[in-house]
């Protein structure tokens, strides 16, 4: 059992930087692919950035460039590091993991555990 707890959410204002922070317990962080999700209320979760147990990166489109994902095994942490954000980043931000081979990395169906979300508000 993997839990996830995120940090780090808030308030921005457009064109400034946040950083979210996801901690997990458990001993097989390490072995971890981690995923950031968003979703706003009534519509679907959707793919920010994931990085696999190597460290091999992928982003969303709206996100590439501007978004960077990175974890620290010593931590058991995941981070996103948020800069140039837009109005349209505001959503609740989830952590997920997910061990072992994988279909697509960016669908929210491969990831069993999941963290409680964090929102990120930003004003125009």
């Known amino acids: 059992q993997v839990q996830l707890v995120e940090s780090g959410g808030g308030l921005v204002q457009a064109g400034g930087s946040l950083r979210l922070s996801c901690a997990a317990s458990?001993?097989?962080?390490?072995?971890?692919?981690m995923g950031w999700f968003r979703q706003a209320l009534g519509k679907e979760r959707e793919f920010v950035a994931a990085i696999t147990w190597s460290s091999t990166t992928y982003y969303s489109d709206s996100v590439k460039g501007r978004f960077t994902i990175s974890r620290d095994n010593a931590k058991n942490t995941v981070y996103l590091q948020m800069n140039n954000v837009k109005p349209e980043d505001t959503d609740v931000y989830y952590c997920a993991a997910t061990q072992g081979r994988i279909g697509n990395i960016d669908s929210h169906l491969v990831y069993p555990y999941w963290g409680q979300g964090t929102q990120v508000t930003v004003s125009a």
């Open positions: 458990g001993r097989t962080f390490s072995n971890s692919h």
